[in-house]
């Protein structure tokens, strides 16, 4: 059930960015081919997807919100492609393929993060079917998200940790930010469209956070245990780069534990809901059993 929905949420998705992404796009063509070499690279479309399962965990119809879930998905690209850069994590290959600043320098790197974040906020009001009032509210949560508060502050902070040993809590808000936040964005966005409730939205608030957390020690993990071709990018770099995280602050074995505990926790979040949110359930406990 988890995967036959996700594949076609995530095709649905797939769909919709080649509408958005067309060759007018942008003023110059080998702006428009490095936008869309990341941002058609494949991946799991997990934040759209998150997005559609919060509509309709509170009584929506996840997919009338692709369009937001496709701007969502140009905000994740941007931030992998300047994460990549050599100023930040320095990567050479993200999702298997030669990143972004390898094919067209980092210059253009540059400036396609920045026309894909530009763009999203274009493309979010394109979004039929809610009010203005909702739509402002799901503006607002994606901007903190991917602003000095979010996505950019968590970098800042991801940048001058390096090479540092720093303690638990910075690193759990280090995450929050950096990785956390988009999750959390996606997942308030989503039950926003859908219509939540109060009492909906504080516990899927409450879901997101843990998400976010067991993502980012799952991921931790698997930098230290995963495949290489899988993940598609090389493991063990947190290592090379002298980066805390949680297997290295704790254990490999406390880490597993850490994400266990979290995933329970977030299904506790969903424990006023019925089988709308079983794809959340499913999703959270996917997370630990991953591969890449």
């Known amino acids: 059930m988890l995967k036959e929905l996700w594949k ?21 063509e080998t702006l428009c081919a490095s936008m869309k070499y990341s941002l058609m690279a494949g991946g799991k479309r997990l934040r759209p997807v998150l997005l559609m399962a919060a509509a309709d965990a509170v009584g929506g119809k996840g997919e009338d919100f692709v369009v937001t879930g ?19 994590d320095n990567d050479d290959y993200r999702r298997g393929k030669l990143t972004n600043h390898k094919i067209y320098g ?78 959390r964005a996606a997942i308030r966005s989503g039950a926003i469209l859908g219509g939540a409730t109060e009492g909906q939205l504080a516990s899927l608030t409450e879901y997101a956070e843990k998400f976010g957390l067991a993502f980012q020690i799952t991921d931790d993990i698997l930098d230290v245990t995963g495949d290489e071709e899988a993940i598609g990018k090389p493991v063990g770099s947190d290592e ?13 074995q406390e880490a597993k534990k850490l994400a266990l505990d979290t995933v329970d926790e977030a299904m506790e979040a969903l424990e006023d809901f019925g089988e709308e949110a079983d794809f959340l359930r499913d999703l959270v406990a996917y997370l630990v059993e991953r591969n890449k």
Do not use: W
């Open 8 to 28: 076609k949420r995530l095709d649905l998705v797939e769909e919709k960015l080649v509408e958005e992404l067309r060759e007018e796009t942008a003023l110059d």
């Open 70 to 88: 496709c701007a969502l998905e140009m905000i994740h690209t941007y931030s992998l492609i300047h994460d990549d850069l050599p100023a930040m």
């Open 106 to 183: 980092d210059g253009m790197a540059v400036l396609a993060g920045d026309a894909l974040l530009t763009m999203a906020f274009e493309v979010m009001l394109r979004q039929k079917g809610v009010s203005p009032e909702q739509l402002v509210s799901v503006i607002r949560e994606m901007s903190i998200a991917a602003g000095p508060c979010g996505m950019v502050g968590g970098q800042a902070i991801d940048l001058e940790s390096e090479g540092k040993r720093i303690a638990m809590e910075d690193l759990r808000r280090m995450h929050m930010a950096k990785t956390g936040a988009l999750f």
């Open 240 to 252: 090379r780069n002298h980066k805390s995280t949680y297997v290295s602050l704790t254990s490999l």
